[in-house]
């Protein structure tokens, strides 16, 4: 069983940054690949990002340029740097151990133009 904690969301003006982390916790962190995912009002649920156990990135094209993914093995962490936010960004975003059933209860973005 592995459970995922989000934290790093909020309210944050067009053009504006922030960070997000999710905490996992068990020992198959290392070994695992990771992904953000977002879900907007009346929208699907949409990958934003992943990072493969060794560290290949791969990002929707909506996003690159402007958003990096991160990992801290040694924290058992993943991050989402977001720069440059748009209110199109706005959404509830998730932490997700890739091909797993295994969610985190999602944080909160809200992007105000």
């Known amino acids: 069983q592995v459970q995922l904690v989000e934290s790093g969301g909020g309210l944050v003006q067009a053009g504006g940054s922030l960070r997000l982390s999710c905490v996992a916790s068990?020992?198959?962190?290392?070994?695992?690949?990771m992904g953000w995912y977002r879900q907007a009002p009346g929208k699907q649920r949409e990958l934003v990002a992943s990072?493969?156990?060794?560290?290949?990135?791969n990002y929707a094209d909506s996003v690159k340029g402007r958003f990096s993914i991160s990992r801290d093995n040694a924290k058992n962490t993943v991050y989402l740097q977001m720069n440059s936010l748009k209110p199109e960004d706005t959404a509830v975003y998730y932490c997700?151990?890739?091909?797993?059933?295994?969610w985190g209860q999602g944080t909160q973005v809200t992007v105000s133009s």
């Open positions: 068990g020992s198959i962190f290392s070994l695992v690949a």
């Open positions: 990072i493969t156990h060794g560290g290949i990135k």
């Open positions: 997700h151990v890739v091909d797993s059933a295994w």
